[in-house]
């Protein structure tokens, strides 16, 4: 066991400098990537951002993406219907492939038949 820990270590440290060596640190050229504009319409940003609010994230970034989820809601004819809504909301949220299906859950427990 040990044996194979230290080639396993000897592999790491001499493989190391090479992986360096392709890697260009320089910090400037992240600062001066361009920042994609957030598409408050696409259902996985919706997702991460309805997520991060489930756990108290603000950020301004996430805002349009916020009130677009609040702005899927059902109208009839006696006014705003929860239940339609929460199936709504829920059909916009399954239709990320990545959202797992229990935050999804939890996002529709908490914010699903609200209002906005």
């Not at 949220?93 to 999804?104: M, W, Y």
Request: charged content about 25%; glycine content about 8%; some cysteine.
């Amino acid at each position: 066991m040990k044996m194979k820990t230290v080639v396993f270590l000897l592999g790491v440290l001499t493989l190391s400098p090479a992986l360096a060596d392709d890697y260009d640190s320089d910090p400037s050229d992240i600062m001066d990537a361009p920042s994609e504009a957030v598409d408050s319409h696409d259902a996985c940003t919706i997702f991460f951002c309805m997520a991060g609010s489930l756990y108290g994230e603000k950020s301004q970034e996430c805002q349009p993406p916020i009130r677009q989820f609040y702005s899927i809601r059902s109208i009839g004819k006696h006014g705003f219907n929860p239940t339609k809504t929460l199936r709504k909301r829920a059909n916009i949220l399954g239709s990320c492939p990545t959202a797992s299906k229990d935050l999804v859950g939890k996002i529709l427990n908490k914010f699903g038949r609200s209002r906005g």
